[in-house]
């Protein structure tokens, strides 16, 4: 049962990485919606056209093709224009190709409504989405679809039209769950991939690639200041000389999370053995100092010592090279006065 509700409600994933890996399924939707929904508009229109051109459909059979033509377009305008929420426009879009399918084969009673089938059935598989939301709307749909072949076509037509549709809807829903399952295992597999090239393991913080990869970004992530603090453990390197190294991954993951609880963990990051960096945008320096502060007294108390450079630079004027030396100079000088207090040698503890 369990197994069940997995993979109607989650993809076959835990719903935890399911709701984590939503907001991504639903950006890559968004970026779809504008495609499908500008191509739409051109199939739509190229029939509509063609047909009043030609004369292939009755006049109805044209008027209904330039009204899909219409709202793919705007769709398209509300979905560029970012006015309703992508995962509203993807159920919308999908839904206006459901109608699109009713109608279509409530305006031909004398055919089987095998093509308005395959247009109603192809609207699940546009987008990332929740299996059992899919499966509720194919289910609907057919089952409107085949009231309406009841109520208008010959019995013959409108058995051939049930017939046809349950054996579509089952494919589709077997089709759906497997194509679902590989969508989000593959949105899983991209997001460890991209986990593991930008973040720290042993501690948790972003890691130095990550965080040369956004220094020119940072001064556009500020309105108008952006504090940089610089931070560095004292005395790793004696503790895993007298302990080992396991006690020195636990300083580090110590000094890590009390930052990490303090600060931004987008905005955290370990950038040498020892060495961290945290950037603040738009922060106040006294409160950034203030927390720091805690952070220090926190990790006093479990027996570690940290030094801190913190400054700040204007966005107006923002060198992120200048400011990040600054606030390493500013760690030095504290780190200097670490090992000027009795008790500290600064050749076995730095």
């Known amino acids: 049962m369990d197994t069940i509700k997995k993979t109607l409600l989650y993809a076959g994933l835990d ?21 499908y929904a500008l191509v739409s508009f051109g199939i739509f229109l190229w029939l509509c056209l063609t047909s009043l051109s030609f004369h292939l459909f009755p006049v109805k059979v044209s008027v209904s093709y330039g009204v899909a033509a219409l709202l793919s377009l705007v769709v398209f305008a509300l979905a560029r224009a970012s006015a309703i929420p992508p995962a509203t426009l993807c159920y919308i879009f999908v839904g206006g190709l459901y109608a699109f ?19 109603m059935l192809m609207g699940a598989f546009l987008f990332t989405e929740r299996p059992l939301n899919l499966i509720v709307m194919n289910a609907v749909a057919v089952l409107l679809l085949c009231v309406i072949s009841f109520s ?14 349950v ?9 759906e769950i497997t194509q679902e399952r590989l969508r989000f295992r593959l949105l899983a597999q991209t997001d460890r991939i991209k986990y593991l090239g930008e973040t720290d393991v042993l501690t948790g913080c972003k890691n130095r690639n990550c965080f040369q990869d956004r220094l020119d970004s940072f001064p556009s992530a500020c309105k108008k200041n952006l504090v940089c603090v610089y ?18 991954d636990r300083m580090l993951k110590s000094v890590a999370s009390a930052l990490l609880d303090t600060f931004d963990p987008e905005n955290t990051y370990r950038i040498g053995g020892d060495e961290f960096v945290v950037v603040c945008p738009d922060a106040s320096l006294e409160e950034t100092r ?14 570690y010592d940290i030094s801190t450079g913190i400054e700040q630079g204007d966005k107006d004027a923002l ?32």
């Open 15 to 35: 719903r935890d990485e399911y709701n984590r890996l939503l907001p991504q399924a639903q950006e890559e939707n968004a970026g779809k919606l504008k495609t």
């Open 101 to 119: 399918s009713l109608v279509s084969n409530a305006l031909n009673p004398n055919l089987p409504a095998i093509g308005a089938i395959a247009i």
């Open 152 to 165: 208008i076509k010959s019995r013959r037509l409108a058995f051939i039209d049930l017939g046809y549709s």
């Open 167 to 175: 054996v579509f809807c089952v494919i589709s829903v077997a089709a």
């Open 231 to 248: 931070i560095d453990v004292n005395g790793l390197h004696n503790l895993n000389d007298s302990q080992g190294h396991e006690a020195g």
């Open 290 to 303: 203030r927390k720091m502060a805690n952070v220090a007294a926190s990790l006093s108390r479990q027996g």
């Open 319 to 350: 060198d992120m090279d200048k400011l990040i030396k600054k606030a390493e100079a500013g760690m030095y000088r504290e780190k200097e006065t670490y090992y000027q207090q009795a008790g500290h040698d600064r050749r076995r503890m730095c």
